[in-house]
């Protein structure tokens, strides 16, 4: 039965995305899972997967296109079933779509002729050797290993010869290659693969010229929602300093009982205790539902602002009042990972109900961040710093961090807003708390 | 140290155990008047007598249901079954009572018991007495399963699963009970249970196997060296727990493996390491991992027959040369 591809809905505010890239050609097998299509929104690069299995029968839509969400984009049918333009007309009228004339499919690409084994072995394992000899998607038939290699020192696979079972590249042979290219005088390139030199800018005297760039979608979409919410918004600000000696004292006894890959941050533990927090103030873990509601969510989700390339991105923690630290950790790194390599999941950044940004590692002191809308709030975390502070009349050194709420007037008011940053004092100045 | 073979290695561990301790006591069938079938009691019935030595009838429920019993009133059982084979007639006393009783009941009772069976084949003993179904026993959490292939293991280990309170199956393999090394005399010499251990050495290839493979990968991993191919032998000792981390470090050195195993392939415990290794180590994968393991058919009689469908030292050679593509 054939099955219709539409644009996915990437994310409450999306209306549409461009098709950059069919992955999957008409006429290719196509899996449960497979990748078919990259699709950019004004937020990333997503890969569609498909949800059935068959084969590609027909594209409804062309790379480049932009297209509204639910859009059909192609058809999948079953293995030999051809639906008609008429089905196929009929599919998606019924998905409540509409398509272009589409153009015919192309002829059915010749079987590749598959040897069969007489001799079929008693014990059930398949031997390699039996699978038909077709070249996985992308065409290069390469080891898990050799493609993290690849991928980490920069080389393109369809350059490299494999040495292994039906010419799968392993990892000697990019070892081997990475050699030719040293041995043929190639040293610089060589040595040169992952990581791209910034030549170092000095003044000739000469002054460059204005340059006008293009934003990118991504860019775009920061610019618009930023100044929406900055216009229509009534923003207040509360900034608090926090003691945060305990807490770094907790975070090192933390650390050192866990290996590198799970080190825990300041800003995993402000996740946690912001949560927290938030369960207590329902109204600042919410959103303008319309002129005379609120809607205050029942998750606390918590959006993480995380700098990519040309712009940032959110991604989001969900139920974080009720996750580990080490586990809150893992996931925003796994996340903001992804984010900055262009290949932010779907999910990664649905659904946050209040954000916080962070730039204390940039030696920040303070500063006041711009609501992401249509949250009710936003916590502005800045620096951890050692500094001269007076207690019990005495002039000593103490930890202190500052973070600045930004609130919407429509949604909350100062002396709640205020109330809330005197709750998030318990946990992060006693983040045993945080344990309980 | 002293060098001995498993069956003394065994045999001193119970010995041993039984004089540390009142509460340990052996029964099974013929363990006490005749010594044991594989001769692993001999001498046990004169020197302890026949209160902790019990002979039993030719009936295996009654066996671990009896040890069963034993063991919740606070004794130290180690039931013998003369073979794993016959453990499939006590199945329900096996993983529905011993398995389960310490979770079901909320942990007020504990369950210091000790199942010894041997497993494996190539004895023509024909297919009913010949299987290595120790897979199907470690399928099941509250169960610990010990296989060990080494005569020091086989001491150490048996000794802590004594000393354990949960319920251990101790699995020995008949053809090991000649195999000869060296054992600590130490009275108190323990290994423990849901560890694997490198047996040796290499950056190659790693073999992962237990119990008679653990041999056999030995051998296999001296023919690799004359071919110049270093193989890390991972034993893994315990199925359950199963203890992965030597093997995933093993591995993300070696990017290859071959899992080697008496049993069937098909469901077996190369099919779980090698599920794990692909979910733990993905990205260092260079080479698929290969199975060694029994051909898929009730173990013939014939002899000739019964070496060709158990996996041998070739196998694991073979297939260690199939994944480095050597």
């Known amino acids: 039965m054939a099955e219709l591809v539409t644009m996915p809905k990437l994310g409450f505010d999306m209306a549409e995305g461009t098709l950059v890239r069919w992955v999957k050609a008409e006429g290719d097998t196509v899996e449960k899972g497979d990748v078919i299509a990259e699709i950019e929104t004004d937020k990333a690069t997503v890969e569609v997967e498909s949800s059935f299995a068959g084969v590609m029968f027909k594209h409804l839509a062309e790379e480049g296109e932009d297209l509204p969400v639910n859009t059909p984009i192609a058809v999948v049918a079953d293995e030999g079933e051809k639906p ?46 039996d699978e038909p000899d077709v070249a996985p998607a992308g065409g290069v038939r390469s080891s898990p ?132 927090a938030l369960r207590q103030y329902p109204n600042l873990n919410a959103r303008i539902e319309d002129d005379s509601h609120i809607r205050r969510f029942g998750q606390v989700n918590i959006g993480v602002a995380v700098a990519v390339e040309g712009g940032l991105m959110t991604v989001v923690v969900e139920n974080a009042d009720q996750k580990p630290i080490r586990l809150i950790g893992r996931e925003v790194r796994e996340m903001a990972e992804r984010a900055r390599e262009g290949k932010v999941r779907n999910e990664d950044i649905m659904g946050s109900t209040f954000s916080i940004s962070n730039l204390g590692m940039f030696g920040i002191d303070e500063f006041a961040a711009i609501i992401n809308p249509p949250e009710a709030a936003i916590l502005a975390v800045s620096a951890v710093q050692d500094k001269p502070v007076v207690e019990d009349g005495e002039l000593k050194v103490g930890s202190r961090m500052k973070a600045t709420l930004s609130a919407d007037h429509r949604v909350t008011d100062g002396a709640e807003a205020a109330e809330f940053m005197q709750v998030l004092a318990n946990y992060l100045e006693e983040p045993m708390r945080l344990f309980l | 140290m002293a060098r001995m073979t498993m ?115 190539g004895r023509q003993l024909g297919a009913t007495h010949s299987q290595t179904p120790d897979a199907i026993f470690a399928h099941f959490p509250g169960l610990k399963v010990v296989s060990p292939g080494t005569p020091a293991d086989a ?101 290859r493996a071959v899992v080697a195993e008496e049993g069937w392939r098909s469901f077996g415990v190369g099919s779980e390491v090698s599920a794990r290794i692909y979910e733990l180590a993905f990205d260092y994968v260079d080479a698929p991992v290969k199975r060694v393991a029994q051909a898929e058919v009730p173990l013939p009689y014939n002899a000739d027959l019964e070496q060709l469908a158990l996996p041998q030292v070739e196998d694991i050679y073979l297939a260690a040369k199939e994944v480095v593509y050597g």
Do not use: C
């Not at chain 1, 860019?219 to 945060?244: C, W």
């Not at chain 1, 650390?255 to 927290?276: G, Q, R, T, W």
């Not at chain 2, 280990?157 to 090991?176: C, G, M, W, Y």
């Not at chain 2, 690799?224 to 359950?240: H, Y």
């Open chain 1, 84 to 129: 008609s333009e008429d089905e196929i007309e009929s599919l998606v009228s019924a998905a409540g779509g509409k398509t272009k004339k589409a153009k015919a499919p192309k002829a059915e690409k010749e079987p590749e002729s598959e040897e069969k084994k007489s001799e079929v072995e008693a014990d059930a394992a398949p031997a390699e050797k």
């Open chain 1, 145 to 276: 290993l050799a493609r993290r290699i690849a991928s980490d020192k920069d080389v393109d696979l369809s350059d490299v010869q494999g040495s292994g079972p039906r010419g799968r590249i392993v990892k000697k042979d990019i070892e081997a290659y990475l050699d030719s290219m040293r041995s043929e005088g190639r040293e610089e390139e060589a040595e040169a693969v992952g990581r791209a030199l910034q030549p170092i800018a000095f003044s000739t005297g000469e002054i460059p010229e204005d340059q006008v760039v293009a934003m990118s979608r991504l860019r775009q979409a920061i610019s618009r929602r930023m100044q929406d919410s900055n216009q229509n918004f009534p923003h207040f600000y509360l900034t608090r300093e926090y003691k945060t000696g305990a807490l770094m004292q907790m975070r090192k006894d933390i650390n050192a009982l866990l290996p590198e890959a799970d080190k825990v941050s300041v800003n995993d533990f402000i996740i946690k205790a912001v949560a927290l």
């Open chain 2, 7 to 121: 069956r003394e290695a065994i045999s001193r561990a119970l010995w041993e155990e039984m004089e540390r301790d009142e509460s340990v006591f052996i029964m099974g069938e013929e363990v006490g008047v005749w010594g044991g079938t594989y001769a692993v009691t001999k001498g046990f019935y004169d020197h302890f007598g026949p209160d902790r030595v019990k002979d039993t009838p030719i009936a295996e429920t009654a066996i671990v249901g009896g040890a069963i019993g034993a063991a919740l009133t606070g004794l130290r059982p180690v039931a013998e079954l003369m073979t794993i084979n016959f453990a499939f007639v006590a199945m329900d006393h096996i993983v529905n009572e011993a398995a389960k009783l310490h979770y079901m009941f909320a942990g007020q009772f504990k369950l210091p018991l000790v199942i010894r069976a041997t497993s494996g084949g």
């Open chain 2, 155 to 255: 001491k150490g280990l048996l000794k802590s699963a004594i000393r354990s309170d949960d319920p251990v199956l101790f699995i020995e393999n008949a053809t090991l009970y000649q195999v000869k090394g060296e054992v600590p005399e130490d009275k108190d010499y323990l290994e423990p249970l849901g560890k694997s251990k490198v047996q040796r050495e290499g950056d190659d290839v790693t073999i992962v196997a237990y119990s008679k493979m653990v041999q056999a990968a030995l051998q296999a991993a001296d023919m690799l060296a004359e071919d110049g191919i270093e193989a890390e032998v991972v034993d893994l000792r315990s199925l359950r727990p199963l203890d992965m981390d030597p093997v995933i470090a093993s591995f993300k050195r070696t990017n």
